[in-house]
């Protein structure tokens, strides 16, 4: 039985590899039967014995990356693994066979797992909503109709780009659902609904405990939701003998003027009738709240602080355009210098709209060839956007010249 291990390959053998998945191989290169199989000395024979193996690559209307020669020299080069079966077996082949032809991040994707780059692949898969997000927020703050209306109806469009991220996952509406049924790709939520999802999966942990910091931490929850009724409500079923009585009950007041005159006048009531004296540690984020100060309530306070996730879902909530965007670059780059986790980074950079940043970050850490396969992701998904929005007959150009504008 031959060992189908790549990342056990020579390095340059298995760099070849990668990039041979990576740009793309039809399924039969996979298959291989015993007229096929060379002798023990396979391995010394020359690549012009092996003929020209291009037909295996698979088209694409893409821009090519290199001399298209650099492919055919890769397949020569793992011919004799080839056909001693040690590329990859039947299991991991036919996986590949499923996604070959759904994308370029797919592709990346399933090359970066089958090397045990975990970290990449979720980045890979996470790549088109990422792309799709930063599109939405841009769309938002531009004055230009057209493309106004170019992006908004990308509901099916992001449907199959959330297929595309696992096969395993039913192609379901809700965007929010899909990432956490996906388990590690929650690590690297961005969106909305995606923080709005594990925000809400946070608040039930917190009602299981009965210790004041379960308490303040599902107010918090609640506040970074826009949930303020809420909020008050908890805040003000502080029993009055509670040490954390008092800065509750200030908060309670002041969130309850940005609700309603009605709630406000309640909260007012009962504080009067019941008042301590203490204070407690996220008083000064919920206060910025409570007056529309969101920006400084997430970098001063909460970012300060080291709650990133809760900065982001806060931001999420309240904010838009470059406030938003500046909240998420600053995350990112904490990611990136603090946890050393360019791909989750990276990430995040997409999301904000700094596809500069994300280019930078991947040239810093010397990694020119992935640079320019993000660069044709993006192009693809992009294009993927622009032509699934529009009549075709109200793209610009034809498909040849769309193609090739990088």
Same mark, same amino acid.
């Given at each position: ?44 024979e020359?690549?012009?014995?092996f003929?020209?193996l ?61 090397f ?26 531009s ?27 039913? !192609?379901a @509406?809700? &965007?929010?659902n899909?990432? $956490?049924?996906c388990?590690? =790709?929650?690590?690297? +939520?961005? #969106? ?8 809400n ?14 308490l ?30 008092y800065?509750? !009950?200030? @908060?309670? &007041?002041?969130?309850?003027? $940005?609700?309603?005159?009605? =709630?406000?006048?309640? +909260?007012? #009531? ?19 709240c ?21 900065a ?22 904490f990611?990136l ?7 989750? +980074? ?28 993000f660069?044709?992701a ?7 956007i ?21």
């Open positions: 039985m031959p060992l189908c291990l790549p990342i056990l390959f020579p390095t340059a053998h298995a760099l070849a590899l990668r990039m041979i998945l990576q740009l793309g191989v039809k399924p039969s290169w996979f298959e291989c039967n015993n007229s096929d199989k060379l002798g023990s000395n396979s391995f010394k020359g690549p012009a014995t003929g020209d291009r037909s295996y690559m698979i088209e694409t209307t893409l821009p090519p990356i290199g001399d298209s020669v650099v492919a055919e020299l890769l397949l020569k080069v793992l011919e004799p693994y080839r056909k001693d079966g040690c590329i990859l077996d039947d299991g991991r082949a036919s996986l590949y066979s499923a996604i070959v032809n759904k994308g370029t991040c797919a592709r990346f994707a399933f090359a970066a797992a089958i045990g780059d975990f970290q990449e692949a979720l980045f890979w898969l996470q790549l088109p909503q990422a792309l799709q997000h930063s599109l939405d927020k841009s769309t938002s703050r004055s230009e109709k057209g493309f106004e209306s170019s992006v908004r109806g990308d509901s099916e469009q992001t449907s199959t780009l959330n297929r595309i991220a696992s096969s395993e996952r039913s !192609a @509406r809700n &965007v929010a899909n990432t $956490a049924s388990g590690q =790709l929650s690590t690297m +939520a961005f #969106k909305q609904e995606q923080l709005w999802f594990n925000a999966e946070r608040i039930p942990w917190h009602d299981k405990l009965d210790s004041e910091d379960a303040q931490k599902r107010i918090h929850e609640l506040v970074s939701l826009g949930n303020l009724e809420a909020a008050v409500s908890l805040l003000l079923s502080t029993p009055p003998e509670g040490t954390n009585f800065p509750n !009950a200030l @908060r309670a &007041v002041v969130l309850s003027s $940005a609700v309603s005159r009605s =709630l406000h006048e309640l +909260a007012v #009531k009962v504080v009067a009738a019941n008042m301590v004296r203490t204070d407690k540690s996220l008083s000064g984020t919920h206060l910025l409570a007056v529309g100060k969101y920006q400084e309530a997430c970098s001063q306070q909460l970012q300060d602080a080291g709650c990133w996730i809760d982001a879902t806060l931001a999420a909530t309240h904010l838009h355009g470059s406030d938003y965007a500046r909240v998420l670059q600053r995350w990112a780059g990611v210098r603090g946890e050393q986790n360019m791909w989750r +980074a990276l990430i995040l950079y997409v999301a904000a709209g700094a596809l500069p940043e994300a280019l930078e970050t991947l040239r810093s850490n010397q990694r020119p060839d992935t640079a320019a396969l660069l044709l993006c192009h693809e998904i992009y294009s993927q622009t032509t699934e929005s529009k009549p075709a007959d109200e793209v610009p150009g034809s498909a040849t010249e769309r193609s090739q504008k990088l």
